[in-house]
């Protein structure tokens, strides 16, 4: 009984010295990665019984062969708990990565949520406070005269296409926000999608007196969805319209660079953007420093200040990328298709 206490005692105050070095070397990677704060705790308790049964068998007075077999037998179990400590910490620490990109990707669309309530809350008082207004002095025979109560049913029906327009932008950001967008991809021919964008928004560019230009190119075909490709380019270039002052061009170009990836650019006359609003042009109702109002006549076209974030969630639905740049005399959004997608 005595000798099994001692051998006891041995391994416990062993076991202990050992711990105590583990524990200060815990302390020194408190600030290092999950994986070598687990490597470290796995490689202290394999240090720990080692010396344990070192000195319990010295004790034990067991012949050297079967000390050298127990140390093989511990080595091996060491190596094998390592390396699930290796594994374990790096898929901890690769889960708390996503978990924290998650938490900050459900702030952030949280604040764009806000925002864009807070947004449409205020765009939507004033054409309602209009649309009511007209509506009661019509109702009341408070307007009588033909030409005024022609220039109500008039602004009636301009405010209405607005509202129209501002809601079916909000459901389509929605169904990008969500997820919920899913793509039929076709072989999509680029000069098709530029024709019929230019065509829409002609009476627009005409109704501003801005010049609008297709410039003539080797437009690839791609795999994308026709309609939603078309609405990119219609949304861009309905924005670089409505900025670009009158007499001024915007021009549309597009190609395949050296790599097979398809491009299409639309510049603007706008005199630039702010290099600190660059960064933000793309998000929801941003509306910078410039006034948004479209040129008198007009009526306004996609919903105003969110069809440049439409157009970003369309492409990155396409696994392609946009961005703006200055340019001398204004702007230049450029939509890149990736390689594989292109033909």
Same mark, same amino acid.
């Given at each position: 009984m005595?000798?099994?206490?001692?051998?006891?005692?041995?391994? &416990?105050?062993?076991?202990l010295?050992?711990?105590?070095?583990?524990? *200060?070397l815990?302390?020194?990677?408190?600030?290092?990665?999950i994986?070598?704060?687990?490597?470290?705790?796995? !490689?202290a308790?394999?240090?720990a019984?080692t010396?344990?049964? $070192?000195?319990?068998?010295?004790?034990?007075?067991?012949?050297?062969?079967d !000390?050298?077999?127990?140390?093989i037998?511990? +080595?091996?179990? +060491?190596?094998v708990? $390592? *390396?699930? =400590?290796?594994?374990?910490?790096?898929? #901890?620490?690769?889960?708390?990565?996503?978990?924290?990109?998650?938490?900050?990707?459900?702030?952030?669309l949280?604040?764009?949520?806000r925002?864009?309530?807070?947004?449409?809350?205020?765009?939507?008082?004033?054409?309602? =406070?209009?649309?009511?207004a007209?509506?009661?002095?019509?109702?009341d025979?408070? &307007?009588?005269?033909?030409?005024?109560?022609?220039?109500?049913?008039?602004?009636?029906?301009?405010?209405?296409d607005?509202?129209?327009? #501002?809601?079916?932008d909000?459901?389509e950001?929605?169904?990008?926000n969500?997820g =919920?967008?899913?793509?039929?991809?076709?072989?999509?021919? !680029?000069a098709? %999608?530029?024709?019929?964008? %230019?065509?829409?928004?002609?009476?627009?560019?005409?109704?501003?007196?801005?010049?609008?230009?297709?410039?003539?190119?080797?437009?690839?075909?791609?795999?994308?969805?026709?309609?939603?490709?078309?609405?990119?380019?219609?949304?861009? #270039?309905?924005?670089?319209?409505?900025?670009?002052?009158?007499?001024?061009?915007?021009?549309?170009?597009?190609? @395949?660079?050296?790599? /097979?990836?398809?491009?299409l650019?639309?510049?603007?006359?706008c005199?630039?953007i702010?290099?600190?609003?660059l960064?933000?042009?793309?998000?929801?109702?941003?509306? *910078?420093?410039?006034?948004?109002?479209?040129?008198a006549?007009?009526?306004?076209?996609?919903?105003?200040?969110?069809? #440049?974030?439409?157009?970003? /969630?369309l492409?990155e639905?396409?696994? /392609?990328?946009?961005a703006?740049?200055?340019?001398?005399?204004?702007?230049?959004?450029?939509?890149?298709?990736?390689?594989?997608? @292109?033909?």
């Open positions: 005595r000798d099994i206490v001692s051998m006891a005692f041995i391994a &416990v105050v062993c076991s010295a050992v711990g105590a070095v583990g524990w *200060g815990q302390y020194a990677l408190r600030r290092r990665s994986a070598a704060n687990i490597s470290a705790v796995v !490689l308790a394999v240090a019984i010396a344990g049964v $070192l000195a319990a068998s010295s004790a034990m007075f067991i012949s050297s062969h !000390l050298h077999v127990l140390l037998v511990l +080595g091996v179990a +060491g190596i708990s $390592l *390396g699930n =400590a290796l594994w374990l910490g790096r898929r #901890l620490a690769a889960e708390s990565v996503w978990a924290a990109q998650g938490r900050e990707r459900e702030r952030s949280e604040a764009s949520r925002e864009l309530v807070a947004w449409v809350s205020h765009d939507l008082r004033t054409p309602l =406070a209009g649309l009511r007209m509506s009661e002095a019509l109702a025979g408070v &307007v009588t005269d033909a030409s005024t109560v022609d220039s109500y049913h008039s602004r009636l029906r301009m405010e209405t607005r509202m129209s327009a #501002l809601v079916d909000l459901f950001l929605s169904r990008i969500a =919920a967008l899913r793509l039929t991809l076709e072989s999509v021919d !680029l098709d %999608v530029v024709s019929d964008a %230019v065509a829409s928004a002609l009476p627009v560019a005409n109704a501003s007196r801005v010049r609008l230009v297709a410039r003539p190119g080797s437009y690839p075909a791609v795999q994308a969805s026709e309609i939603e490709l078309g609405r990119v380019l219609g949304n861009l #270039l309905i924005n670089a319209i409505r900025h670009t002052p009158a007499e001024g061009v915007v021009t549309v170009t597009g190609g @395949a660079d050296g790599g /097979g990836a398809a491009w650019a639309v510049a603007d006359a005199g630039g702010p290099e600190d609003d960064p933000r042009v793309f998000d929801v109702a941003f509306r *910078g420093t410039r006034s948004r109002t479209p040129p006549g007009t009526a306004p076209a996609g919903g105003g200040g969110l069809g #440049l974030a439409i157009a970003r /969630g492409v639905a396409h696994r /392609g990328e946009i703006v740049s200055n340019t001398p005399s204004g702007c230049r959004f450029v939509i890149r298709l990736p390689a594989e997608a @292109a033909r």
